[in-house]
T-cell receptor
Framework: AQKITQTQPGMFVQEKEAVTLDCTYD???????LFWYKQPSSGEMIFLIY??????QNATEGRYSLNFQKARKSANLVISASQLGDSAMYFC??????????FGTGTRLKVLA | EAQVTQNPRYLITVTGKKLTVTCSQN?????MSWYRQDPGLGLRQIYY???????DKGDVPEGYKVSRKEKRNFPLILESPSPNQTSLYFC?????????????????FGPGTRLTVL
């Protein structure tokens, strides 16, 4: 069965420091995609970064990078130089094989001034 | 402006009264999907559609119906709502990638519909 696990319900980080949000996944399909979305308190869902199972390099988008460890089935999101505006709920998601998407339960990040 | 719109944004209704939540996208996306978000459970996929007249069940389809008669619209129908369907609902759309793996396209989400069933 396909599954996404986010084990950190909540995290704190000091402004300007880096933070890693954990995500592990499970699928038997060799072809899959991993996504991270941000949900601020206003409620909208914002796409951050994508990693494909065949990608050789870790994805990066500005201050966001994805630490992809295929053998461990982990796809952790790294946010560098945290800003107050990074305070939000973060969801890891996967699409594997079919057109179904699986989301994790989310991690609520609070950036401290 | 490229966007996914949902209506209504907020709805309070009573058990058993049929309702429809509309979803429309202007990006010519083939793929559309509905999710519900509940505290502690993240987002769970209700139904999705790969193109006009092609729909399939997600993980939590019970109590919901969908239709895809036009490419831009993907309404969610609750024929007999119950209190356990009280939730925040999101519609999303994306291209269907034709690249390697075919799984690479991010979804664009609507603003959400907060539904309360009394």
């Amino acid at each position: 069965a396909q599954k996404i696990t986010q084990t950190q319900p909540g995290m704190f980080v000091q402004e300007k420091e880096a933070v890693t949000l954990d995500c592990t996944y499970d699928t038997s399909d060799p072809s899959y995609g991993l996504f991270w979305y941000k949900q601020p308190s206003s409620g909208e869902m914002i796409f951050l970064i994508y990693q494909g199972s065949y990608d050789q390099q870790n994805a990066t988008e500005g201050r966001y990078s994805l630490n992809f460890q295929k053998a461990r089935k982990s796809a952790n999101l790294v946010i560098s130089a945290s800003q107050l505006g990074d305070s939000a709920m973060y969801f890891c998601a996967m699409r594997a094989g079919t057109y179904k998407y699986i989301f994790g339960t989310g991690t609520r990040l609070k950036v401290l001034a | 402006e490229a966007q996914v719109t949902q209506n209504p944004r907020y709805l309070i209704t009573v058990t058993g009264k049929k309702l429809t939540v509309t979803c429309s996208q202007n990006m010519n996306h083939e793929y559309m999907s509905w999710y519900r978000q509940d505290p502690g459970l993240g987002l769970r996929q209700i139904y999705y559609s790969m193109n006009v007249e092609v729909t399939d069940k997600g993980d939590v389809p019970e109590g919901y119906k969908v239709s895809r008669k036009e490419k831009r619209n993907f309404p969610l129908i609750l024929e007999s709502p119950s209190p356990n369907q009280t939730s925040l609902y999101f519609c999303a759309s994306s291209l269907i990638s034709r690249g390697r793996g075919g799984v690479g396209n991010e979804q664009f989400f609507g603003p959400g519909t907060r539904l309360t069933v009394l």
